[in-house]
């Protein structure tokens, strides 16, 4: 049998965690661009693009192509640009979550291609800014 006291807690449990994640009002963000990396095609970011869209925040998965960074960093984040422009035209700000690659390219574009006008927010994840010794052995121009 449950006792009263029991459920309180119960409840309560459920309650506070509830609480810590509540839906905001109005999102920070309304529009953010998912940048995959190496190998990918962006599938990886489906689930937060899901979770993201149904907080009214307007996702944007572009592909890098070629994936394998073999046309150069450089390459790859004038065609990212070509693409945000494409999707949110020129002025509108966005935020930008990369993974890996994503975030070396993500970071071109925001420093040498004058994304970072229009960029609020830029968050990376496992990307590698001070370089790494396998990308030396990798083909193609990727790793300059």
Do not use: W
């Not at 993201?52 to 307007?58: A, F, R």
């Not at 592909?63 to 984040?77: E, H, I, Q, V, W």
């Not at 040498?112 to 006008?117: H, I, M, N, P, V």
């Amino acid at each position: 049998m449950i006792t009263a006291r029991f459920f309180q807690l119960f409840t309560g449990i459920f309650a506070t965690a509830a609480s810590c994640h509540p839906q905001p009002s109005e999102p920070r963000y309304q529009r953010v661009v998912l940048v995959h990396g190496i190998l990918e095609d962006g599938k990886a970011f489906e689930s937060l693009k899901t979770r993201l869209e149904t907080h009214g925040i307007e996702c944007f998965v572009p592909r890098l192509k070629p994936n394998t960074g073999s046309s150069g960093l450089d390459t790859l984040a004038e065609n990212l640009k070509c693409d945000i422009d494409e999707k949110f035209g020129m002025e509108d700000p966005i935020a930008i979550v990369a993974f890996s690659m994503g975030g070396l390219v993500s970071r071109y574009y925001l420093q040498k291609l004058d994304g970072a006008r229009r960029c609020e927010t830029f968050i990376t994840i496992s990307s590698p800014h001070h370089g790494t010794k396998a990308a030396r052995f990798f083909p193609g121009r990727g790793a300059l």
